[in-house]
């Protein structure tokens, strides 16, 4: 039996040509197989593209370091509210979301923006998936930690909004002038000109997380600043 | 035709990169020759698909690149290697390679082995789990052109693929290049005379955005005929000929 199958090998091996490289290739490709972690497999389910899972897992600002800093100055702001009883979290969460979404993406940000931009997932995807998800993760960061702090739930909530406005602002920004700085530096601007006039409307800080009458306005600038994102990247980024 | 431009034009801020190019490109490896600052680059990303044109008309394969169902069909059986190469530093050559495959919406099941295949192509196999911090700036060039050649694309755009790399890599990457030329349309970008002399079936000259000479690198050698070119060989006395004719 043993004696059979030894000489249909020869047999074969003397008939046939074994293309080497070929097999050679598909050894390497299993060798080298990287295997996606269960975050970017997740991904990869709920956006059904692993192109887009990879772009999101990549975002610079959803990388560790980014996370921990955010996470130490989230915290300070939480000692700071314990001893001041001003609601320091629910000021600062807004820029720090502001900076990350305008660190998402962009040329200076994503080592290869150039050669993503010449790519079937679109840019314009890759942008909103990655805004969303640091939009997303900053949300339940600054909601755990505005919670900890012990503010009145107005306060944990109603910050919400205004980051929405200062991160669409952010990101609107960002695009238009094609460079994150410039996206952090108009909403981090933003957003100190708002707690500012807050407080010189009002007289507390705080005012500009929990006056209800300036739901409207932050409101106005999400939806503005979407526009001017949807209108920047209408085809691509070219225009210059 | 793969590639058919008409009349194309690109504006960057006041300056006009490419200002009304008409050329129309077939399969084989076409040279795009000039100096710095001529608009190959320019030119180059319009094809990329990566800027709009400002004016004129450009089919890439058949599709219009401004439609968006086109433009994405495009960039499925595209393949480019921009001049600056950016890469993720913590990515080694097959996660770098892998990306690009992913983004380019190749079909999952075909992916590693692709990548495997265009990795051991720019003779990286030694280093495929290696990081692209840790690799030469010849490398990374190879890395560039393997994301570039992994969806074995029918339009394949390289700017200035031989920048660092050395003699022996050249030559390797001279006989890749007519390889992939055989069965798709190559244009490469380059100011290296040489490489279009040995690798190129046919060849463009741009200047100040315009294209002043296409033709084959015979005829291109031919234009010094009878003038006092200067270049140390005749493929580069015919560019120092047709270039000192233009700005005439």
Redesign the interface.
């Known amino acids: 039996m043993t004696g059979d199958r030894d000489h249909a090998l020869d047999e074969a091996t003397r008939t046939h040509d074994v293309d080497l490289?070929r097999v050679?290739?598909?050894v390497?490709?299993?060798v080298?197989?990287?295997r996606p972690g269960p975050i970017e497999r997740l991904a990869g389910r709920v956006l059904r593209?692993?192109?887009l899972a990879?772009?999101l897992v990549?975002t610079p600002s959803l990388l560790l370091g980014w996370l921990i800093a955010s996470t130490v100055v989230l915290v300070a702001g939480v000692l700071a509210t314990h001893e001041t009883g001003t609601p320091y979290v629910a000021l600062c969460a807004p820029a720090i979301a502001a900076v990350g979404i305008a660190y998402a993406y962009g040329p200076g940000t994503?080592?290869?923006?150039?050669?993503?931009?010449?790519?079937?997932?679109?840019d314009r995807m890759v942008l909103l998936v990655r805004a969303l998800a640091v939009f997303g993760l900053n949300a339940v960061l600054g909601s755990v930690a505005s919670a900890a702090s012990g503010a009145a739930m107005a306060v944990t909530f109603g910050w919400l909004v205004p980051m929405t406005a200062v991160c669409a602002l952010a990101l609107a920004a960002a695009t238009v002038a094609r460079s994150a700085n410039v996206g952090v530096a108009t909403g981090v601007a933003g957003w100190l000109i708002a707690v500012v006039s807050g407080q010189a409307a009002v007289g507390r800080l705080a005012a500009a997380v929990t006056d209800s009458r300036l739901t409207l306005p932050y409101l106005t600038v999400a939806v503005g600043g979407a526009a001017v994102v949807l209108y920047a990247t209408r085809?691509?980024?070219?225009?210059? | 035709m793969n590639v058919e431009a008409t009349d194309l034009t690109r504006r960057l801020g006041r300056t006009q990169a490419v200002a009304g190019v008409t050329i129309a490109i077939g399969d084989g490896v076409f040279g795009l020759l000039g100096p710095n600052g001529a608009g190959k680059t320019s030119l180059l990303r319009m094809m990329a698909t990566v800027i709009p044109p400002t004016s004129g008309h450009l089919r890439l394969l058949g599709c219009d690149p401004s439609e968006y169902g086109q433009r994405r069909q495009i960039r499925c059986r595209l393949g480019y290697l921009p001049q600056n190469l950016g890469y993720y530093p913590r990515f080694t050559v097959v996660e770098f390679v892998e990306y690009f495959a992913l983004l380019k919406e190749m079909p999952a099941a075909r992916v590693h082995r692709a990548v495997a295949y265009a990795v051991e192509r720019v003779g990286l196999g030694d280093k495929a789990k290696a990081r692209l911090s840790t690799l030469s700036g010849g490398m990374l060039r190879r890395v560039g052109i393997a994301q570039a050649i992994v969806n074995d694309p029918q339009l394949l755009l390289l700017d200035e693929p031989t920048a660092g790399l050395d003699p022996e890599q050249r030559i390797a990457f001279r006989s890749l290049l007519r390889d992939l030329g055989q069965q798709a349309t190559v244009i490469v970008s380059t100011h290296l005379v040489e490489d279009v002399g040995a690798a190129c079936a046919r060849v463009a000259l741009m200047d100040r955005g315009k294209i002043v000479f296409s033709g084959t690198p015979d005829e291109l050698t031919g234009r010094a005929v009878g003038t006092d070119a200067v270049g140390d060989a005749p493929l580069e006395r015919g560019y120092s000929a047709v270039l000192a004719q233009a700005r005439s």
């Open positions: 490289d050679w290739v598909a390497a490709a299993e080298w197989r990287r593209s692993p192109g990879r772009a990549t994503d080592p290869a923006w150039e050669l993503a931009g010449s790519m079937a997932v679109s085809t691509d980024r070219g225009v210059s």
